[in-house]
């Protein structure tokens, strides 16, 4: 370890900042594995020393606390030293969105003031992140001093550095930037850590919307770790447990069960990209205890992957998985040993709101979103009025408490639509829940159909196509209409190796559901429009419109 072991570190109770909680577990489970990725393998003890080196660059470069440090790569060992670099800086890690393209880059990297950007080539062959930044920031390749950037789309960009060996126009070196850290004192970068206060920024993640573009999310040190806290809680973690979770770490569904697993000492597994033959080996050989799948397409891919048996999961006690009720009842039986719970939450209130938990009986993890985490208020209210509903009725979810954030960044207008007077944050979400205080999520308040004057919610018509054998996924969406104003529309990617049309979709709907509610336009897709892990329903509708119009 480093001289920090005797430096008086105030112990951690129900929260701390993000390098408090690093440094617990290196002293706690100093030789345990806490992340594990193909051909990599870290202990906390090491991804503790790996972190402060790379603080001590970060300061040797002039990071000041507060400042915006932005990080562009997939699933890395590195992305994580340095979330907790910056942490151990007092800077605030953006972590940017790996499926932004070019236009979508120069936004966030200029919106979000970033003074520094991290990335790397390793997955060239699945995505080029140097040539979308070279597209994204006019000047960046010709650059005379990489270390000293002067781009007109980016004026507080002062670096773009590599995150490996070897080199790129416009790009510093990652051996280069790593030998910097020599011109910072270990113990001067350990006092910057004890500056960081609970409620400083730590983390920012860019939210998009159906229909607006990428907004800046800052979560505080607080709001990150005692968030973890609490989930690991629900997951009655242990340092026996090993999760594995193939989630982008662009998004929280990553970020923070890794942070509850280092609240009890335990392992985190992932791979670069989800690749289902890659998943089931890691699943084979490290026998994880806790799989965080979260979306059907991921739980689809291991289950019709031809080695997967049900001998592979005997151990697994708990999978958290987010899909309609008939396909969470089906994942129950491909997992039989263990616990499936659901949850709700959004980058706004720290990722995650509320959970499922073992005391419930399968029905009702199916069913629900399980309660609140402690310290997390939900109200349900109508969204004309404002008033709270009654218990089952449907209405907007509005949440208050430490884990909901202050505003998004640079978006005063916004926060004032999204803020009431009572500093309830309105999500925009169409739940329920019951008079137990469980959540049951209906859909957005603005997916809701208007078909003829009935209202239909997309999320029922999505569910119902979801028990056809042959969809894996259906999305629905508005069409206009000249005489019912819009009709349902739904985008259907069918199970691998199944086959079906879409009138045998509309078929399986007539007599079934409503005729209302009964697709008029059924389109088959391959790949989805994504932001971070939502799909974009408003390039399916914008899509149907182009097709409508003959628009190319």
């Known amino acids: 370890m480093t001289p920090a072991d005797t430096d008086g570190t105030r112990p951690l109770i129900e929260a701390s900042t993000l390098g408090d909680l690093l440094f617990h577990g290196a002293r706690e489970w100093p030789a345990r594995e806490v992340l594990v990725f193909p051909g990599e393998r870290v202990t906390y003890a090491a991804l503790a020393q790996r972190a ?15 400042d915006h440090v932005g990080i562009l790569a997939p699933n890395l060992v590195e992305v994580i030293e340095l979330l907790f670099a910056c942490a151990l800086s ?11 393209k070019s236009m979508e880059l120069a936004y966030v990297v200029e919106n979000a003031d970033l003074k520094l950007l991290f990335t790397t080539r390793r ?16 000047g960046l390749r010709e650059a005379p001093d990489p270390w000293a950037l002067d781009l007109p789309a980016a004026p507080q960009l002062r670096r773009v550095v590599l995150m490996e060996a070897g080199t790129a126009a416009g790009l510093v070196e990652w051996d280069r930037f790593l030998d910097r850290a020599e011109e910072v004192d270990v113990q001067a970068a350990w006092l910057r850590r004890g500056e960081v206060a609970l409620r400083d920024p730590c983390i920012m993640m860019y939210t998009s919307g159906t229909t607006s573009g990428p907004k800046g999310c800052r979560l505080s040190h607080e709001m990150i770790v005692r968030s973890a806290r609490e989930i690991g809680r629900r997951f009655r973690m242990t340092a026996d447990d090993r999760q594995w979770n193939p989630l982008p770490m662009f998004h929280l569904s990553s970020i923070m069960p890794l942070l509850a697993g280092m609240w009890a000492g335990s392992g985190f597994f992932s791979q670069v990209v989800f690749d289902a033959d890659e998943a089931i080996r890691i699943i084979e050989n490290e026998r994880p205890t806790f799989l965080y799948t979260a979306f059907p397409t991921i739980m689809a891919g291991l289950a019709q992957h031809p080695r997967f048996r049900p001998e592979i999961v005997e151990q697994v006690r708990l999978v958290n998985n987010v899909a309609p009720p008939d396909q969470l009842r089906k994942n129950m039986k491909l997992v039989p040993n263990a616990v499936h719970i659901s949850a709700y939450g959004l980058t706004e209130a720290s990722g995650i709101s509320c959970y499922g938990s073992a005391d419930e009986d399968d029905d009702t993890r199916a069913t629900t979103c399980g309660r609140a985490l402690a310290g997390v208020m939900l109200r349900i209210v109508d969204p004309g009025t404002g008033r709270p509903v009654a218990p089952g009725t449907p209405g907007e979810m509005t949440i208050k408490g430490f884990s909901v954030f202050e505003g998004y960044w640079k978006s005063p207008e916004k926060n004032r639509e999204v803020f009431d007077a009572d500093g309830w944050f309105h999500t925009g979400d169409r739940c ?70 879409g009138e045998e979709i509309v078929a399986f709907c007539k007599g079934r559901i409503a005729s209302y509610k009964v697709p008029r336009v059924v389109r088959f897709v391959d790949e989805w429009p994504m932001s ?20 190319a």
């Open 90 to 100: 007092g800077a605030v890690a953006v972590l940017v969105n790996a499926r932004y």
């Open 52 to 66: 402060l080196h790379r603080a001590r660059a970060l300061q040797a470069l002039g990071v000041e606390p507060g």
């Open 532 to 551: 971070s892990t939502k799909i974009q329903k408003h390039r399916l509708r914008e899509a149907l419109l182009r097709e409508a119009t003959g628009a």
């Open 432 to 501: 329920a829940m019951d008079a137990a205080g469980r959540v049951s999520y209906l859909g957005r308040i603005k997916d809701m159909l208007k078909v003829g004057g009935e209202n239909v919610a997309a999320l029922e018509i999505e569910s119902y196509l979801c028990t056809h054998p042959a969809v894996l996924i259906a999305q629905v969406v508005g069409m206009p209409d000249a005489r019912l104003t819009e009709v349902p529309a739904a985008f259907i990617q069918l199970k691998p190796g199944a086959a079906c049309t």
């Open 123 to 138: 997955t060239a062959g699945h995505v080029d992140f140097i040539g979308l930044l070279h597209d994204a920031l006019p």
